[in-house]
């Protein structure tokens, strides 16, 4: 474990507004893909507190003014298609990985390409005018926030709607992606000492693909 000077910022006015909120930042570098198999990922079972935890999220986006059923959480997202299917999409092994453990979890994973992005990233809210980039029926498109949506959002513009549920395309991980950061979101009633085996779990199936990474923590909290 290494200290990595990579912090992200969470505005005042969310701990003001979320204050039992907590996310753990995952910084992974030097990371270099030994083999990708292309296999559909079986999803574990989910925790005990998977149900509670979605409906935390729900509400959490209903006070910024969005909608769960049509914007759902990252963890939401993937358990309806995991019901309808039975498995998870193979994606790509990284995707793969943190996509599993969401579900084992019960807790929304991102996963970013850390070279991608200019200056630190910071979850706040929207004012409406900030660049989204992505893709609209196979075209790029660059979309604008809802002025008090929650997003995380970088000197660029902004990185992933809704707090967890959309991550634009310039951040994502690719196949060449070497510097990695993951965040992992969690509300009660989801365990704090959980969220942070999450994070052992993330490392632990990194070092399987590439053994030689570097890689620190961080449990980002009120000051």
Request: aromatic residues 8%.
């Amino acid at each position: 474990m290494t200290r990595d000077l990579f912090v992200p910022e969470i505005a005042a006015e969310i701990w003001q507004r979320y204050p039992e909120y907590r996310a753990l930042s995952v910084v992974v570098r030097n990371f270099q893909r030994t083999a990708a198999d292309g296999l559909a990922v079986l999803a574990p079972d989910p925790p005990a507190w998977m149900a509670d935890h979605l409906e935390a999220w729900r509400a959490a986006f209903r006070a910024f003014g969005a909608n769960p059923k049509k914007t759902p959480c990252s963890v939401e997202a993937l358990w309806k298609r995991v019901q309808k299917g039975g498995e998870l999409p193979a994606i790509d092994p990284v995707v793969d990985l943190y996509n599993a453990l969401s579900i084992r979890f019960g807790a929304c994973f991102g996963g970013e390409d850390l070279d991608r992005y200019a200056g630190m990233p910071r979850l706040v809210m929207a004012r409406g005018d900030e660049p989204f980039d992505t893709v609209r029926d196979g075209a790029a498109v660059i979309e604008h926030p809802e002025a008090g949506e929650m997003v995380w959002r970088d000197d660029l513009g902004v990185t992933c709607r809704r707090w967890n549920w959309r991550q634009c395309k310039r951040t994502a991980i690719g196949a060449h992606s070497r510097n990695l950061w993951f965040i992992i979101d969690r509300l009660p009633p989801m365990p704090i000492a959980e969220l942070e085996r999450a994070g052992q779990e993330l490392i632990a199936g990194l070092e399987r693909i590439s053994p030689a990474i570097l890689h620190s923590m961080r449990l980002l909290e009120p000051a």
